[in-house]
């Protein structure tokens, strides 16, 4: 069902690297089928549970619309681009997802989402995190990626 990686097989990164990489790194780009049928690609901030990338975003928007028509997403994240010009190329590495998005309703599973979300990004302020999320869950959907592939490549520099 999914594509094997192309090139170099010492490129390819291992299950656990990419998980290593996707729980350090800070955002990425889901990318779904928009609702008027052209592909649409958004950065955001995310975190990462078990198997299941969540990230939170308005209740209504363009990314809400298009899920809600068709929910199978992927969620790249590059960990490294490093352009090396007397090369003629760019030292990389990133990991790709796919998946299928889910809404989160229940109240307090999106608490504990967004919880998770305030370790993540605001670690030395966590004492204003519950009157941050008290104040913003009304507002705020949260969106489930479940695995089902991933898959990370690195430049051939990098994995030599």
């Known amino acids: 069902m999914f594509r094997e990686i192309r090139r170099n ?14 729980s350090k790194s800070t955002s990425g780009i889901l990318s779904l089928i928009g609702d008027n049928d052209y592909t649409y690609g958004v950065p955001l901030s995310y975190t990462l549970k078990d198997n299941t990338l969540y990230f939170h975003c308005a209740k209504k928007g363009h ?9 199978k997403v992927s969620f790249t994240v590059i960990e ?26 229940e109240p307090d599973e999106q608490r504990i989402i967004l ?6 990004y605001s670690p030395d302020f966590m004492d204003g995190a519950e009157d941050e999320i008290d104040r913003c869950i009304k507002a705020v959907q949260i969106i489930a990626l479940d ?9 051939i520099e990098l994995a030599e």
Do not use: M, W
Not at 9 to 22: A, H, P, V
Not at 63 to 71: F, R, S, V, Y
Not at 147 to 155: D, L, Q, R, T, V
């Open 63 to 71: 990314k809400i619309d298009a899920l809600k028509k068709h929910n």
């Open 9 to 22: 097989k010492k490129q390819i990164l291992s299950e656990e690297r990419c998980r290593e990489i996707l």
């Open 115 to 120: 919880r998770q979300l305030a370790q993540k």
């Open 147 to 155: 695995i089902e592939h991933i898959s990370g490549k690195e430049a």
């Open 80 to 105: 490294t681009d490093d352009i090396v010009p007397a090369e003629y190329t760019t030292y990389f590495r990133s990991v790709i997802v796919f998946g299928k998005a889910r809404f989160i309703e």
